[in-house]
T-cell receptor, first 115, second 113 residues
Framework: GAVVSQHPSRVICKSGTSVKIECRSL??????MFWYRQFPKQSLMLMAT?????????EQGVEKDKFLINHASLTLSTLTVTSAHPEDSSFYIC???????????FGSGTRLTVV | QQQVKQSPQSLIVQKGGISIINCAYE??????FPWYQQFPGKGPALLIA?????SEKKEGRFTISFNKSAKQFSLHIMDSQPGDSATYFC????????????FGKGTHLIIQP
């Protein structure tokens, strides 16, 4: 089945620094990748949608300059949290689709803690 | 505006019992309705999904019932086991579209041995 690998699984960073999270589709080409954010005991909230080779589309209320998304190839998307602050601490999860009419495969998530 | 409403928020079921989680959606353009299981610290894993052209789908102990006119769908877990204890999310999307999934708020399920 489709597999999505997400790294790192957890990261701790100092306030003001930037953190990059990688999401790779291992056995399929992902035309579209999605980034979600999940706070403790809450649901997944879609942050942005990215298509290979084009700019990401951000959901309302998500700062595109803080959460930089790059989808440079059909198997890799990255989320960079810039100038991280403690309120950015959360569980970030990526998802990928091979195309329309295909299912959504999720990565294992990244626990970000900003101290 | 919450487009997918999920209930209950938490559920305790005895081992061997039936766990039932319900969801309702508002957007009639949705045509793909998956259920995900999530363990603490892990990403969600697809359990089972249904499209609106069928009213029920069964895979092992998991069954989705779908009522298009009521815009509701539910997950039934038969013979619930302690290993089923997890958080369950319903979701919806327009399969032909480029949008991500819209998730319900989740149900924390505990199966008591």
């Amino acid at each position: 089945g489709a597999v999505v690998s997400q790294h790192p699984s957890r990261v701790i960073c100092k306030s003001g620094t930037s953190v990059k999270i990688e999401c790779r589709s291992l056995d399929f080409q992902a035309t579209t990748m999605f980034w979600y954010r999940q706070f403790p005991k809450q649901s997944l909230m879609l942050m942005a949608t990215s298509n290979e080779g084009s700019k990401a589309t951000y959901e309302q209320g998500v700062e595109k300059d803080k959460f930089l998304i790059n989808h440079a190839s059909l198997t890799l998307s990255t989320l960079t949290v810039t100038s991280a602050h403690p309120e950015d601490s959360s569980f970030y999860i990526c998802s990928a689709r091979a195309g329309k009419y295909y299912g959504y495969t999720f990565g294992s998530g990244t626990r970000l803690t900003v101290v | 505006q919450q487009q997918v409403k999920q209930s209950p928020q938490s559920l305790i079921v005895q081992k061997g019992g039936i766990s039932i989680i319900n969801c309702a959606y508002e957007n009639t353009a949705f045509d793909y309705f998956p259920w995900y299981q999530q363990f603490p610290g892990k990403g969600p894993a697809l359990l089972i999904a249904i499209r609106p052209d069928v009213s029920e789908k069964k895979e092992g102990r998991f069954t989705i019932s779908f009522n298009k006119s009521a815009k509701q769908f539910s997950l039934h877990i038969m013979d619930s086991q302690p290993g089923d204890s997890a958080t369950y999310f319903c979701a919806a999307s327009k399969r032909s579209g480029a949008d991500g999934l819209t998730f319900g708020k989740g149900t924390h399920l505990i199966i008591q041995p």
